[in-house]
């Protein structure tokens, strides 16, 4: 089932490792954070790029747009989290209060709050209007490497390298919840879209899917040959992208757990994929210093027989 690069676009123009890829909220531009310090802007319709947003004194590990697109949020080995402003590429602020690398930064819903994950094994939250940290969720044993707010806003997720999950209220910073199955450190965690499920990518070469309300393994995903690194649902919650080290992504059909195909074409690891809004786009951002775009659209489902389907209701 694989489909060769048959990628549409190849965004090029990083010196070091694409590290995180996000499409704005209106699928018009895609972020990119390297391992050169920067983050790039790009049309997403032309690949051109739009602008570059230098500032960081460290590899940038993870990019965010607000929910309203106004506002990308970058997180940096250098401690810090920047926001910019996602039109003009304007440093806006810097949240500082970190003592290791941030490597996964999240906006709430509703854009009032940024969540971090550190090195330093913490979770902060934000308040976005005044850059203060009014929060810190400690729990994790090491290195915190992605978070990801449900799509009410009611939970956050964060996943670390001591192979756990944890859910945590948000509203109370309250743990919720520590999911265990992986036999690796976790890497990547995502909400499906409406915030029933929950994927987990690990150094153990495998996806998990979880119930979020009960935290019960619905399935297992095994066909990688190398650390899963990044996860993404597509916006009906019906696919699931999964970047590799092994320099491929694998989409998924969610409610079955079937692999439906296999897209090759980087020449490093992929680090990190995204959807695009309206689900017809796929981005990832690879160690070979790319962002390549896949039009979901000529992706072709494998026939699934009517025996072999069923459904995860709660997508």
Same mark, same amino acid.
């Given at each position: 089932?694989?489909?060769?690069?048959?990628?549409?676009?190849?965004?090029?123009?990083?010196?070091?490792?694409?590290?995180?890829?996000?499409?704005? $909220?209106?699928?018009?531009?895609?972020?990119?954070?390297?391992?050169?310090?920067?983050?790039?802007?790009?049309?997403?319709?032309?690949?051109?790029?739009?602008?570059?947003?230098?500032?960081?004194?460290?590899?940038?590990? /993870?990019?965010?747009?607000?929910?309203?697109?106004?506002?990308?949020?970058?997180?940096?080995?250098?401690?810090?989290?920047?926001?910019?402003?996602?039109?003009?590429?304007?440093?806006?602020?810097? !949240?500082?209060?970190?003592?290791?690398?941030?490597?996964?930064?999240?906006?709430?819903?509703?854009?009032?709050?940024?969540?971090?994950?550190?090195?330093?094994?913490?979770?902060?939250?934000?308040?976005?209007?005044?850059?203060?940290?009014?929060?810190?969720?400690?729990?994790?044993?090491?290195?915190?490497?992605?978070?990801?707010?449900?799509?009410?806003?009611? /939970?956050?997720?964060?996943?670390?390298?001591?192979?756990?999950?944890?859910?945590?209220?948000?509203?109370?910073?309250?743990?919720?919840?520590?999911?265990?199955?992986?036999?690796?450190?976790?890497?990547?965690?995502?909400? %499906?879209?409406?915030?029933?499920?929950?994927?987990?990518? %690990?150094?153990?070469? /495998?996806?998990?899917?979880?119930?979020?309300?009960?935290?019960?393994?619905?399935?297992?995903?095994?066909?990688?040959?190398?650390?899963?690194?990044?996860?993404?649902?597509?916006?009906? @919650?019906?696919?699931?992208?999964?970047?590799?080290?092994?320099?491929?992504?694998? !989409?998924?059909?969610?409610?079955?757990?079937?692999?439906?195909?296999?897209?090759?074409?980087h020449s490093g690891e992929v680090t990190s994929v995204a959807f695009? $809004?309206? @689900?017809?786009?796929?981005?990832?951002?690879?160690?070979?210093?790319?962002?390549?775009?896949?039009? /979901?659209?000529t992706i072709k489902d494998v026939p699934i027989k009517d025996s072999?389907?069923?459904?995860?209701?709660?997508?």
């Amino acid at each position: 089932m694989d489909s060769g690069d048959v990628s549409l676009r190849t965004l090029m123009g990083h010196s070091g490792h694409v590290l995180s890829v996000a499409f704005s $909220p209106d699928g018009c531009t895609i972020a990119s954070g390297s391992e050169d310090k920067t983050v790039k802007l790009w049309n997403a319709r032309t690949g051109k790029e739009l602008c570059t947003l230098a500032g960081h004194s460290g590899e940038v590990n /993870t990019v965010a747009f607000s929910p309203d697109g106004s506002t990308l949020a970058s997180g940096s080995g250098d401690t810090t989290v920047k926001l910019w402003n996602a039109r003009t590429g304007k440093q806006l602020r810097t !949240l500082a209060d970190h003592a290791n690398a941030v490597t996964g930064v999240a906006f709430s819903p509703d854009g009032n709050t940024i969540a971090s994950g550190s090195a330093d094994f913490t979770v902060n939250l934000w308040d976005i209007t005044t850059g203060k940290e009014f929060r810190t969720l400690s729990g994790h044993l090491n290195c915190v490497t992605s978070v990801m707010f449900s799509s009410d806003g009611s /939970t956050l997720a964060s996943v670390s390298l001591n192979t756990t999950v944890k859910l945590w209220d948000a509203s109370t910073g309250k743990e919720l919840r520590t999911l265990a199955g992986h036999s690796d450190g976790i890497l990547s965690v995502a909400f %499906s879209p409406g915030g029933n499920l929950i994927a987990s990518g %690990s150094t153990d070469r /495998t996806v998990i899917l979880w119930q979020a309300r009960t935290g019960k393994e619905l399935n297992r995903l095994k066909r990688h040959s190398d650390s899963v690194w990044a996860v993404a649902f597509s916006p009906d @919650g019906m696919k699931l992208a999964s970047g590799s080290g092994d320099k491929t992504v694998r !989409l998924w059909d969610v409610d079955l757990g079937k692999e439906l195909r296999v897209l090759a074409g980087h020449s490093g690891e992929v680090t990190s994929v995204a959807f695009s $809004p309206d @689900g017809y786009t796929l981005a990832s951002g690879s160690f070979d210093k790319t962002v390549k775009l896949w039009d /979901t659209l000529t992706i072709k489902d494998v026939p699934i027989k009517d025996s072999e389907k069923s459904t995860l209701s709660d997508r």
